[in-house]
C-alpha cells in the first residue's frame, strides 16, 4: 500500500510539472510570450490580441410579469453599461506617442462619428447570470482588423499602399523586426513610431503597407520578465520546440533580427529609440523592407508598467504560478 501510495505522489508531481510545461507552451503556441494587456477603471486593452473590452451590470427591475421578461430587462440595462464603459476605455487608447483616441474625438467631428458608431456596434462576448437575477454583460472591439479602431485613424495618420518586395526565399534572410524595450517604460499605441539616436525614423505609419497595419496592427506587443532570454522565445534558437503543423507562423517569422531598444520617446512615452548601429542593421537590409512594410514588428514590453500586466492568452489564475516555479533561464 506504501508502495502505491509513493508512485502516486510521483505521479501527480510529474503531472503538475506537465502542466506547467503545456501551460508554457500555450503561451508559446499564441503567441510566444504573455499578453500585454493594459486596464483601466473602465476597461482593458490587450495589445497582443488587439481588442478592448468592458463589462456592465444590469440589476433585474423591482416589477416584472416574469423571470424571463426581468433577465431580458436586465441584460439590457448591462448591455448599455458595458457599451457606456467600453467608451470610456476607448477613449483611453493611444493613437500615437503624443494623442489619445478622445483628444481627436473632441476636435474631429468625422472620427468622432465613427468611432462612437464604432462602439455602439460592439460584440457581446459574455454574458454572466448572477444568483440574484443580475446579468453581467461582457462586450469587445478590435484594435484593429476588419472594422476595427484602426481603421478610423488610418487616413490621419497618413498611411498609403506600398509596393513591397517579394518574401525572402525559405531559411534566407530576416523575417521581421523585435524589439526588446523593457526597462524603458515603453507604452503600446495603435501607431508607434521607431526612430534612431538622431531622431530619424526607421519605422512608422509611413514605412508600413495600408492593408498590413490594417488587417494586423503596425506593431504587436508581448510581454516577458525582464530576466528572460529573448533567444528563448524569439527566432530559430528558441528552447521550446514549437509544434509547426498545429501552430501558425508567429508574426516575426522564425528569422527575427533582434535588437534593444535605447529609450523611449514622445510625450505618452510610446515612440521607441534605437541605436544608429541598430538602424543601419534594418535600413542596410535587403529584406527587411518588405518585412517591416508587412508590419512584422514585436515590441517586448515589462510584466508591469503603469497599468500593464504580462498574463497567458486566456490564462488560468495559476499563471503567476507557473512563472514564480521556472528557473530563471527558463521563463
Known amino acids: 500500500m506504501k508502495r502505491r501510495m509513493r508512485v502516486t505522489s510521483a505521479g501527480l508531481a510529474l503531472a503538475a510539472w506537465a502542466g506547467l510545461v503545456g501551460l508554457l507552451g500555450q503561451a508559446w503556441a499564441q503567441g510566444m510570450g504573455l499578453d500585454t494587456v493594459e486596464r483601466s477603471s473602465s476597461g482593458l486593452i490587450n495589445w497582443t490580441e488587439g481588442w478592448v473590452q468592458s463589462t456592465g451590470l444590469g440589476a433585474p427591475p423591482e416589477k416584472s410579469s416574469g423571470p424571463g421578461q426581468a433577465r431580458a430587462m436586465a441584460q439590457r440595462a448591462a448591455y448599455a453599461v458595458a457599451v457606456r464603459n467600453l467608451l470610456e476605455a476607448v477613449k483611453g487608447v493611444r493613437v500615437d506617442s503624443a494623442t489619445l483616441v478622445e483628444n481627436y474625438i473632441v476636435t474631429n ?176 537590409d535587403g529584406q527587411m523592407k518588405g518585412a517591416l512594410g508587412r508590419s512584422r514588428v514585436v515590441v517586448v514590453t515589462d510584466p508591469l508598467i503603469g497599468g500593464m500586466e504580462g498574463r497567458l492568452p486566456d490564462a488560468a489564475p495559476e499563471t503567476d504560478t507557473v512563472l514564480a516555479a521556472l528557473p530563471n533561464d527558463s521563463r
Do not use: H
Open 109 to 284: 467631428d468625422v472620427i468622432k462619428t465613427q468611432v462612437t458608431g464604432f462602439v455602439r456596434g460592439a460584440q457581446v462576448v459574455k454574458t454572466d447570470v448572477q444568483p440574484d437575477g443580475g446579468v453581467e454583460v461582457t462586450v469587445r472591439v478590435p484594435l484593429w482588423g476588419a472594422d476595427s479602431l484602426l481603421n478610423a485613424f488610418a487616413a490621419e495618420k497618413g498611411l498609403q499602399s506600398k509596393d513591397l518586395p517579394p518574401d525572402s526565399p525559405a531559411g534566407e534572410g530576416v523575417t521581421g523586426l523585435v524589439i526588446d524595450a523593457r526597462g524603458l517604460g515603453v507604452k503600446p499605441a495603435c501607431f508607434p513610431t521607431v526612430v534612431d539616436d538622431k531622431g530619424q525614423v526607421v519605422y512608422g505609419p509611413e514605412t508600413v503597407d495600408k492593408a498590413e497595419a490594417e488587417k494586423n496592427g503596425m506593431v504587436q506587443y508581448r510581454t516577458l520578465p525582464k530576466d528572460a532570454k529573448i533567444s528563448s522565445w524569439f527566432g530559430e534558437e528558441a528552447y521550446v520546440i514549437r509544434p509547426v503543423q498545429l501552430s501558425p507562423m508567429p508574426r516575426e517569422g522564425r528569422r527575427p533580427l533582434k535588437i534593444k531598444g535605447a529609450d523611449k520617446a514622445g510625450l505618452l512615452k510610446a515612440n521607441i529609440m534605437i541605436s544608429s548601429e541598430d538602424a543601419q542593421k534594418i535600413r542596410g
